[in-house]
Every structure is written in C-alpha cells, then in structure tokens.
C-alpha cells in the first residue's frame, strides 16, 4: 500500500493530520461494512495499525466497485452494443452540426464575418466580389483535410 501515513498518535484523542483523516474520509464514504468505528477508535487509543487499517479500506474500495467493473467488462465484451451506440452518437452529432451550421450560414453573424475579416482578405487578394460569393466557399478552408 502507499498510502501516506505518519507513526501514529502519540496522545490519545489527538487530532488526525490530513492524510490519515483522507484515510478515514474514504473508509466513511464506501458504504460497506468497513469497521471505521473500530479503527477510528485504535486511533484514539493511539493503538491504530495503519497497514491492517489499508488493507481493509482496499479490500472494501474492491468490493465496492465490482459491479461497476463487471458493468464495464459486460459492456466492452458486446460489440453490437458498442457500435449500436457509436452510431447513434454520430447520427446525432452530425444532426446537431448541420442544424448549428444552416443556423450561422443564415445568422448576421455568418454576414459579418464574411464582410469584415475573411472577406476583405478576399476582395484585397482574390478581387472576389463578397456578396458573390457563396457561404460554402467561404468556410471551405475550414473543412479541407491537412
């Protein structure tokens, strides 16, 4: 275990430093059937061994996030599930980029850009009239693959 620990309490009932008080934080937070009475006691006794204390956290954090591992290991092993949901996802996201895309083609926006920075690099050295020219060829450097 590398937990950071100190050598123990050396008065009873003193204050926890705060890496042992992460450590009974997180024996507190996992809801099993982990004895933090009995070590938070041991404590308090300045009778703790922080390796026996580990070693039960570590095995309770393990119990805890079996089923979310097996979950995980379930999901990954089903390919149909996973590539069901990979193109759902796509189908979504090009429908949400189409939609924000056709929104600035016909916003002021899309006009202002066009008009004041792209467009007069345009006009100055391509001599393209801007209103000419068409929202697509405007944002076509912005798609083209490198």
Known sequence: ???????????????????????????EIVPLATPYDFFNDQYNRCAIRYGDMKKQL??????????????????????AYLDKVAREGAEKAAESASSTIRK??????????RNTLWGTWREKYLRIPIRRMPIRLLFAPLFQSK
């Open 1 to 27: 275990m590398k937990a950071v620990t100190d050598s123990g309490p050396t008065t009873p009932d003193s204050p926890k430093p705060e890496p042992i008080q992460n450590l009974f934080t997180m024996m």
């Open 58 to 79: 570590a095995a309770d954090i393990n119990a805890f996030c079996a089923p979310i591992r097996e979950r995980i290991l379930d999901i990954a092993a089903n390919e």
């Open 104 to 113: 600035f083609a016909e916003s002021s926006a899309s006009e202002l850009l």
